[in-house]
């Protein structure tokens, strides 16, 4: 039997060391042909999970980097590359799958040609949707591989939307721990720093993500996420703190029933269902012990301190690209909050002064106009942070 052939793009960050564990559990080398891999700036980690399941190919988006990759793996028989159009070639090449969890919009170009291979895309990166949306959806639609959510609110949503009873959808339900600054005043949210902010109470995560899920950026893009993903309107899609992050997210019917799905906070669930679709597999993640969960909490999302989510509502409303252009000024806000030229609040403030600016552009008919939205929101959040 042929073995399944899987590439994992951003394969050194949180979601793709998961995915490698994922993989090693169900047999590595023996169930997976692994055929690219991609990382930036850690090479020692990408030249040794490269040797250790017999990568294809290894790409850094780093051009720099380019020599010290090469000589990690020289002898290795393992191809290398660098620079973005190496991490395109990357996801260019023949598979089964690919693992989209390169961070930002710097996934959109490689997930987009990993779709129009015809692999199936388990997606991770949440900004190919915000960003491109309908034209995102419609890529892998074209390319015949199937979208399969990797967010483990609309991984959750995914497990327990009953396809055949689509017309009685009334209600998409994304659950929020409400990250570490849940009830902290807004004055004291005005002075945190990023490394309070990246503490995570129950997600282990990359960086950018973890202050996203402070600050509730990331459940505004999750919100866009679910539009395109599930083709909701904007209206039925709702979202509750739930601090113990042991409900993943609900789906609600018109008959009144609410479908969860809950399991204990590890991505491997998620990756797993993702790798496995249609059928479950096993996986050694902690099991719920509901006699020890005691209470599960949910509380109304605070709007005055979390403006991301009104953020997201308005550009979800709106259309024409505003989800794009929320999430590229929040890139740039958050990378110089990260490097400490801007405080934590200034984040919602700098997208919703380049959201408002750029409102009313026209819809994107291509790509190629989703990449110059970005430019050109990306700009303005720059003159903004100074
Ligand atoms: P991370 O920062 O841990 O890893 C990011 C990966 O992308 C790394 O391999 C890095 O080398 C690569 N990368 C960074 N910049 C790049 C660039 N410019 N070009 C090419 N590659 C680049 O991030 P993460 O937490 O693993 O998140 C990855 C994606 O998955 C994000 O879109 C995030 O929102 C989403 N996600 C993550 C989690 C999680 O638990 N970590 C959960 C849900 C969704
Ligand atoms: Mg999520």
Redesign the pocket.
Known sequence: MSLRRISIL???????RSTLDVIDHLGGRDAFEVRAL?????IALLAEQAKRVGAGFAAT?DPARYGELKDALAGSGIETGAG?EA?VEAASRATDIAMA????I??LAPTLAAAKTGADIAL????CLVSAGALFVEAVKEGGGKLLP???EHNAIFQVLQNDQRHAVERIILTASGGPFRSMSRDEMAKVTPKSAAAHPN?S?????SIDSASMF?KALEMIEAQHLFDVAPEAIEVIVHPQSVIHSMVGYTDGSVLAQLGAPD?RTAIGYAIGHPRRISLPVERLDFAKLAKLEFHAPDSERFPALALARRAMERGHMQGCILNSAKEIALEAFIAERIGFLDMADIVEAVMDEMAGLDEASSIEDVFAADSEARRRALERVG
């Open positions: 951003g394969s050194t960050g949180s979601i793709g991609t990382g930036m700036g850690n988006a973005p991490i969890g390169i961070v930002g710097a996934g991770a990166n949440k900004e990797v967010d483990s997600w995560m990359g960086l950018k993500i990331n991505m």
